[in-house]
């Protein structure tokens, strides 16, 4: 039963370029959420998905940034003309109905050069 | 808003010793409560989860416990090990939904020293 898996580990894209984080949830779980850590902060909450359905995306910047979590397929945060400060570490974490605790995925690494 | 404080920022403790880890948290309506550990350049791994009605949980070495009327939650580790350095989180859900969004602290970055 493979956990959370994210990919890609390390994405390095030049300002201006796109980003596209994909994440496929645990086995079971239908809830996904997506967490961002920047260099000497806490991780901060972006925006959670149910298949289909954006449920709360109250972290997400208002330019640039969308989220999907299509009925097939991983679910996928996307970043279009990146700049530097989008440079951070990406979480994916997801949890069952009724929620019995998250589980977190190890990751995306983004470095805009 | 909810807001989740882990003091001190740091810490550094010989092997073998019994330590706490505090966090503290300024809404008490929550769901649930968990802690995670995070090594360096890696992922976050739930360590133990506390549900709202409960006052503890336990996992080997490590027993986290809950007192919500006060917002605090401790994360008690035994018989410390140079394994156990890495950064320690504590996140909570607040009541509104079970499927909500986890409200970090910003860590606690232990160091055993050998």
């Known amino acids: 039963n493979a956990g959370v898996m994210q990919n890609p580990r390390h994405l390095v894209r030049r300002r201006g370029q796109e980003a596209r984080l994909r994440c496929s949830p645990m086995k079971g779980h239908s809830h996904v959420y997506w967490y961002r850590q920047l260099p000497e902060e806490g991780l901060k909450f972006m925006v959670y998905?149910?298949?289909?359905?954006?449920?709360?995306e109250s972290g997400m910047p208002k330019e640039r940034f969308s989220a999907e979590f299509p009925k097939e397929g991983p679910s996928i945060l996307r970043i279009q003309q990146v700049v530097r400060g989008d440079s951070a570490a990406y979480f994916c974490?997801?949890?069952?109905?009724?929620?019995?605790?998250?589980?977190f995925g190890s990751g995306t690494r983004l470095t805009v050069v | 808003k909810q807001e989740v404080t882990q003091i001190p920022a740091a810490l550094s403790v010989p092997e073998g010793e019994n330590l706490v880890l505090n966090c503290s948290f300024t809404?008490?309506?929550?769901?649930?409560l968990q802690w995670f550990r995070q090594d360096p350049g890696k992922g976050l791994t739930s360590l133990l989860l506390i549900q709202s009605s409960q006052r503890e949980q336990t996992s080997g070495r490590l027993n986290a416990s809950l007192d919500k009327s006060s917002g605090r939650s401790t994360l008690y580790i035994a018989a410390s090990q140079p394994g156990d350095s890495a950064t320690y989180l504590c996140a909570v859900v607040p009541y509104t939904g079970a499927n909500s969004k986890l409200t970090f602290g910003k860590g606690i970055t232990l160091s055993v020293r050998p």
């Open positions: 809404d008490s309506a929550i769901y649930n």
């Open positions: 998905l149910q298949k289909e359905n954006i449920i709360d």
């Open positions: 974490a997801s949890s069952s109905q009724g929620n019995y605790g998250y589980t």
